[in-house]
């Protein structure tokens, strides 16, 4: 064949694929970066209040609802989605009636995602019929008992992290806060810095006047930078303390600002803690902060 009759050939069509596949590729990844962003943002947004939710790998129950009741289960999620949308009248349902849940109602996406919203609520008192209510799904009574499960629950590795986050909801339920405190103060120093951070969020839960020393502690000389984070929060807005405790808190935080010992993370997050304990934004100088206390405490 000469030249010009190869000139003449029709070229051979190219594919779809083949000549669409870089475009689909690349707009793919695009919607995966966006989608990213758009879900990072939505973390940081919600960092300050988010641990309070039970541990991501939480899977383990005291015990699994033997004889799940419908009526019960679906009690449970009305309430707790009024509760979490700030309904107190539902808030106090929860409180009344969640006991007869224990060993008859079960976790569901659906009762998941209201104890997220309803834990991480401005509203106190929501967070409280949350935490009862994260306690009657899981089969944990909130008396000795169920102090009991948690002791020997905590004392296998696989079930630590939920454990001592357990612990803490049990302890702001009024059973033995003391001793509580004592069980989950003793993973403060744990090698694994998951474990460490779950025992910080379960003191926060518990909230109690000896907890505030232990979780500063934490935040100004722990190692790792999640669990200094999750100590400054549960010391602020995050935390089941009264603004009394929070002041406390915030005296230390005010001071350590000037403390050339504190890493740029750490100032910044004192300075979160103390926008989210005073409702002010004085900025990263401590003159501000600290006039701000003086005049407040």
Known sequence: MDKASAAAQPKPARSWQSGNLPVVLWFIALVLIVALLVLGAQIVGKKVLSFLARPSDGTVT????????????????QLLERAAHGDGAASDQVLARSERWIGKTQRTATANQLLTVALNSRDMHAREAAIQADLALDGVPWNATGLNTLERAVGDPRQRVWALWTLGALGNRGVDPAHTAKIIEAYLSDPDADV??????????????????MLLDRFRNDPSPVVQERAACGLA?????????????AASMVNWLDDPLM??????????????????DFGAGSAAWRQWYENTR
């Open 62 to 77: 005291a015990e699994p609802a033997s004889a799940s009741d419908s009526a019960l289960q679906s009690e449970a999620e």
């Open 196 to 213: 460490r951070a779950a025992a910080v969020s379960g003191l926060a839960l518990l909230a109690s006047d000896e907890t505030v020393p």
């Open 237 to 249: 807005q995050a935390g089941m303390y009264t603004n009394k405790q929070r002041m406390i808190a």
């Open 263 to 280: 890493t740029t993370q750490q100032r910044t997050w004192a300075v979160q803690a103390l926008r989210d304990i005073s409702g002010q």
